[in-house]
């Protein structure tokens, strides 16, 4: 099994910039994706970043350029780096594992708020 810890999150104003990080520990050598998901109140959650272990990514709708993910697979740790805050980026974000035979795994989230 694998177990998840994610660290960031927290106020700022738009413009700003949060980093997430999402330390992963048990099983490592069956993750095949790692990246995160958003849920902002009253929507469903959605995609924000994924890597695969080949190094492979996939954004949300228009996140590309504001925010990088990125993969230490030696920390078995990814990262979220997101610039250019806007308050439509206020949600919870999660962090999110997906194994070699398919299964998710999700992490506690964190929230950002994005407001002046």
């Known amino acids: 099994q694998v177990q998840l810890v994610e660290f960031g999150g927290g106020s700022v104003q738009p413009g700003e910039s949060l980093r997430l990080s999402c330390a992963a520990s048990?099983?490592?050598?069956?993750?095949?994706?790692m990246g995160w998901y958003r849920q902002a109140p009253g929507k469903q959650r959605e995609l924000v970043a994924t890597?695969?272990?080949?190094?492979?990514?996939n954004f949300g709708d228009n996140l590309k350029g504001r925010f990088t993910i990125s993969r230490d697979n030696a920390k078995n740790t990814v990262y979220l780096q997101m610039n250019s805050l806007k308050p439509e980026d206020t949600a919870v974000y999660y962090c999110?594992?997906?194994?070699?035979?398919?299964?998710?795994?999700w992490g506690q989230g964190a929230q950002v708020t994005v407001s002046s």
């Open positions: 999110n594992v997906r194994l070699f035979n398919g299964i998710n795994i």
């Open positions: 890597m695969t272990s080949g190094g492979r990514t």
């Open positions: 048990g099983s490592i050598s069956s993750i095949y994706e």
